[in-house]
């Protein structure tokens, strides 16, 4: 399990993680801005200069996810976890990252008063000065108040459980973060995610269609980007209901009958990913009264849009939408089409 501390700085996350480690047995404090000060010694300068906030940098992430889950599996226990997440699609993507590796996480935001975080916020000593030649990648905004209501306002309230520090010292934080833990006030975060594939997989998806003609695209919580509705092929399903089933549990749509095959596409294997076949299925048309009774929110999804081609173009990874151009064009003729990296094989 990881109780991950979020908050503004000057919320008191590390302070408050020093002191819950001593209360929750078999617990080990892990501060992932030791990553964050490590990557001037793992890359370019120039590819640092590019952001101004190393968390904007992926690998900052994956290792993050590495890292947390290497040492659950080295140490076991409880791993106790102070940072700052403002970014939705961040959090989205590391608890994802987690949860593929079956690992629970309790989430807990600490709000003192904001004259508290203002004042702690000027108080903050001034960082050192990088080294020579090296520049600094910020561990947070330049202003980390307003960006942190931001957060608060769309998506942070909702998706933590919140202990008001304003008038409580660290240890009495770290108390009423145990209790959370101990009695369920903190439930695991709802994040779901299918476990990292050790081999190929052969994942299904399934393309939606409004009355203009435009596909359903869905926006997951537990990986970055835009997808179609689908997932992984579990082992003894068949991919078109495997896709049916993804599609009722992603957005509530219930599909009659077997979709359509247009494009089975071998997507060949680029470290750390193992490839596999990707099948897109035709699900039809939704109708109006169909197109309403999508659902969101849900642990599942952020957002889902009806999109154009062209839109779908600056919304999806180059090689989904190569997959999905090449499955328009196969519903347009009426016959399915092969590829092997998103390029037709055979006539």
């Not at 008191?12 to 480690?21: H, I, P, Q, S």
Request: charged share 25%; aromatic share 6%; with cysteine.
């Amino acid at each position: 399990m990881i109780v991950w501390i979020n908050g503004a700085s000057g919320a008191g996350k590390a302070t408050a993680a020093r002191e819950l480690v001593e209360l929750i047995p078999n617990s080990t404090l892990f501060d992932p801005e030791v990553i964050g000060d490590a990557l001037p010694d793992l890359l370019p300068a120039k590819h640092l200069a590019e952001v101004g906030d190393y968390q904007d940098l992926p690998i900052w992430r994956r290792l993050v996810v590495d890292t947390a889950a290497g040492l659950l599996a080295e140490l076991g226990g409880v791993l106790v976890v102070p940072m700052t997440l403002l970014r939705q699609e961040y959090r989205d993507e590391i608890f994802g990252g987690l949860a593929s590796r079956r690992i629970a996480i309790r989430h807990i935001l600490l709000a003192p008063d904001e004259t508290i975080l203002r004042a702690r916020v000027a108080a903050r000593d001034a960082p050192p000065d990088p080294r020579d030649g090296e520049p600094r990648v910020p561990a947070w905004p330049f202003d980390p108040i307003e960006p942190y209501h931001a957060a608060l306002a769309s998506w942070l309230g909702a998706d933590t459980h919140r202990v008001d520090t304003t008038s409580l010292t660290p240890y009495e934080t770290a108390e009423r973060i145990a209790e959370a833990v101990r009695t369920g006030a903190a439930p695991a975060c709802d994040i779901v995610q299918t476990p990292e594939p050790t081999a190929e997989t052969l994942a299904a998806g399934v393309l939606l269609f409004d009355e203009q003609d435009r596909v359903l695209l869905v926006d997951p919580t537990y990986k970055p980007g835009w997808e179609f509705p689908g997932g992984v092929v579990e082992r003894g399903e068949a991919p078109a209901r495997a896709g049916v089933r993804e599609v009722a549990e992603e957005t509530g749509i219930h599909l009659t009958g077997t979709p359509r095959l247009l494009v089975a596409d071998w997507e060949p294997p680029r470290p750390p990913g193992y490839g596999g076949m990707r099948l897109l299925f035709d699900g039809g048309v939704l109708h109006g009264a169909d197109a309403r009774r999508l659902l969101l929110p849900g642990p599942e999804l952020r957002e889902w849009r009806f999109v154009t081609e062209e839109e779908a173009a600056r919304l999806l990874p180059p090689m989904r939408y190569v997959r999905l151009r090449w499955a328009l064009r196969a519903r347009q003729r009426g016959a399915p089409l092969y590829l092997e990296a998103g390029e037709p094989v055979g006539s």
